[in-house]
């Protein structure tokens, strides 16, 4: 009982007064104009009060005396190099960075695309425009020229920030033809497109769109930080939603900073000068949240690594980085640990590196699954700590509280509400469930500072999260709460997917499939895998008279990889005579997920055409 006091009482302070709750959260930011109160319907979190995430991110760490501190470690197997820069260090390059951009006419809410490799220009990049308060959208490298086109018709930006090349592994993958076929294929054109060389590979730029950014940064004066409202957007972020366009997820600045600030100190128990590493990246959520911003908001020492978790070079890489940097507290996706598990089974590197003063690994991004966790904490010798979350939410809604002194867990559950929110697990009718029972998982409105207020252009798309409960929240995740409070998250309830920790659309897959000429129909579905926890499988029927299946196969993957991107990872494809559907025609997805999954599947009552299924079970030969 002791163990979880503070965290009890902090989550009960949440709960009967979150006024005073996040107000008093509220003193860890600096604030141009402090904020009167916390909540307030209609307006959202710190409406009225003035701040710049920049300043408190970079700047106010400076002026408070420990500008000599580390602020970003760049460790880069990929490249061989490796770099520390102080505080006052990343204020000189963020502040001309800024000066950049504010050369080149970029303003407060003006938009800025960011489509870089894990390197520190990335973290000055997204810095600088939260400094001129400019709105940035970071594109993942891992998708290709239609989506990058997609984001950049959406948000509208005046400038395309990128860089010569990302590198996957040993893979250089030139960044340049990308964006350029992108900028093609959009509608909207961009005033610049700024682009770092980076020596494994030249870009050739197209005057006058195209400017070299080390040679602009050269000449640039730096720039101070602009006060926005609490309220106006720091960034978009574009997540895979039900459909093939994506959602423009906004992040508030106000809410943001605060609950960020409170995450480091409260879930992960990060001190002012604690080394920090989220192995993930900055395309992602939780490379926004926790490579960039809350370590940096709260003082920490944050590590950007540019490779993976294994092959670059070996399975050891995350312990030597881990022992190297004096890292304090980690956190990582399930499927990184379950490649170092398949490469590395005994647990020899982190014998022979050990594991230097950390304290704590925090999984998320995907469901972790028990031997995987019970793996790491035998290695580690440490609490491993699986925690929840979305990119509508920016940070952690299910969590064991390590920085409050909590230490429950149980593997297979992502813990418990984090203080601030009210979960609830509803049926289709919007009742509360019993304790045991699967349903919906909802979060009672408001939603907690620094969780979305917004889709950027998409209010209706917006709107939809909250129709199907009336004043909750829908996650989209399916799950139940046991008999001792444990959080448990089966599952998506729509066609989401999590592959390899990244968020896709099996529905976009399938808009994607439908357009290969060959194609008559077609279904993407998610079949489990044992590495990356899951993975995208497709089955097509073809046009009367198409043949050659093989070829045809790989013609959709090649597809798939070419408008989505590598990322998509759909590599299995199956042509087949038809697809099982229902009377009303809906094709039955969890049935052929049930029969790729190898499970021994009934035939559903509800079936059309039941001859159908022999054909697929036979592709699938139930698992012993
Ligand atoms: N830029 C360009 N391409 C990228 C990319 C990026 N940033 N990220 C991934 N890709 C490519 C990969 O190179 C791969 O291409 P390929 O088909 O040519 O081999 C493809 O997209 C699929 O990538 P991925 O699913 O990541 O598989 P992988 O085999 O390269 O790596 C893991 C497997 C487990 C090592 C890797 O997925 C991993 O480290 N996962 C952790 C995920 C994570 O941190 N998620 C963040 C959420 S917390
Ligand atoms: P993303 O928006 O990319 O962070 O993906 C969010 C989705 O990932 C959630 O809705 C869940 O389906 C899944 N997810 C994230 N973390 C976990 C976790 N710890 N356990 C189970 N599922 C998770």
Redesign the pocket.
């Known amino acids: 009982m002791d163990k979880h006091k503070g965290y009890d009482r902090a989550y009960q302070e949440s709960m009967n007064d979150p006024e005073a709750f996040w107000l008093d959260a509220a003193t860890s930011v600096e604030w141009d104009v402090p904020p009167a109160r916390a909540w307030t319907e209609g307006a959202g979190w710190f409406a009225g009060a003035m701040l710049n995430t920049c300043h408190n991110a970079v700047d106010r760490h400076v002026a408070a005396g420990n500008g000599a501190r580390a602020a970003v470690i760049y460790e880069s197997p990929v490249t061989g190099q490796a770099r520390t820069y102080s505080y006052v260090e990343l204020r000189d390059q963020v502040a001309v960075t800024a000066g950049m951009l504010a050369k080149l006419g970029v303003v407060k809410g003006d938009r800025v695309v960011i489509y870089m490799p894990m390197i520190p220009e990335t973290l000055f990049a997204m810095l600088a425009c939260a400094r001129l308060g400019a709105i940035h959208s970071v594109v993942f490298g891992g998708f290709a020229a239609p989506e990058l086109a997609k984001r950049i018709d959406d948000a509208q930006p005046k400038v395309v920030l990128t860089a010569s090349c990302g590198i996957e592994g040993q893979k250089v993958l030139p960044y340049k033809p990308l964006v350029d076929h992108a900028l093609e294929i959009a509608g909207h054109k961009v005033d610049h497109v700024i682009l770092w060389q980076r020596p494994q590979a030249q870009a050739e730029l197209i005057a006058p769109r195209d400017l070299d950014w080390a040679e602009q940064v050269a000449v640039a004066e730096p720039a101070g930080c602009v006060p926005v409202a609490a309220t106006d957007p720091l960034y978009i972020l574009y997540?895979s939603g039900t459909t093939g366009t994506p959602k423009g997820v906004v992040r508030d600045n106000g809410g943001h900073a605060v609950a960020l600030c409170w995450s480091m100190a409260n879930i992960y128990g990060a001190k002012p000068g604690e080394v920090f590493w989220a192995a993930s990246d900055v395309g992602?959520?939780?490379g926004h949240s926790y490579i960039v911003y809350a370590p940096l908001l709260a003082g920490c020492t944050t590590v950007l690594f540019e490779g993976k978790p294994v092959g670059t070079p070996d399975a050891g890489t995350f312990w030597r980085t881990i022992a190297a940097h004096d890292v304090d507290i980690f956190f990582t996706a399930p499927t990184a640990i379950r490649a170092i598990r398949k490469e590395d089974p005994e647990g020899r590197f982190i014998s022979e590196i050990g594991t230097g003063k950390l304290r704590a690994m925090f999984?998320?991004?995907?469901?972790?699954d028990p031997e995987t966790i019970h793996w790491a904490e035998d290695q580690l010798d440490m609490p491993v700590i699986?925690?929840?979350?979305?990119?509508?939410l920016g940070w952690a809604g299910?969590a064991t509280c390590f920085g409050l002194g909590d230490t429950r867990r149980k593997a297979g559950s992502?813990g418990f509400p984090v203080p601030g929110y009210r979960f609830e697990i509803l049926d289709e009718n919007g009742h509360s469930v019993p304790n045991g029972q699967s349903g919906s998982v909802t979060v009672k409105l408001p939603l907690a500072p620094g969780n979305y207020a917004s889709l950027w252009n998409n209010p209706a798309g917006y709107a939809k999260a909250f129709e199907t409960f009336e004043g909750y929240y829908e996650?989209?995740?399916a799950g139940h709460i046991d008999a001792d409070g444990f959080v448990n998250?089966m599952?998506?309830t729509d066609d989401?997917i999590?592959v390899a920790?990244?968020?896709l659309s099996t529905g976009q897959m399938e808009q994607i499939v439908a357009t290969h000429p060959a194609v008559a129909e077609g279904a993407v579905i998610g079949v489990d895998d044992v590495l990356k926890g899951m993975i995208p499988m497709a089955f097509v029927v073809l046009k009367a008279g198409q043949s050659g299946h093989a070829a045809m196969e790989k013609e959709i993957v090649a597809l798939v990889r070419d408008e989505l991107g590598p990322v998509a990872a759909l590599k299995q494809v199956h042509v087949v005579d038809a697809l099982p559907k229902t009377r009303s025609g809906k094709i039955l997805r969890a049935t052929l997920r049930k029969i790729a999954n190898g499970e021994d599947v009934a035939t559903p009552p509800t079936i059309e055409n039941p001859d159908v299924l022999r054909q697929i079970r036979e592709l699938f030969p139930v698992a012993a």
């Open positions: 997540t992602w959520v939780v999984l998320a991004g995907e469901r972790a699986d925690h929840w979350w979305q990119t509508e299910l992502a996650t989209g995740d998250i599952g998506r989401i999590n920790g990244h968020r």
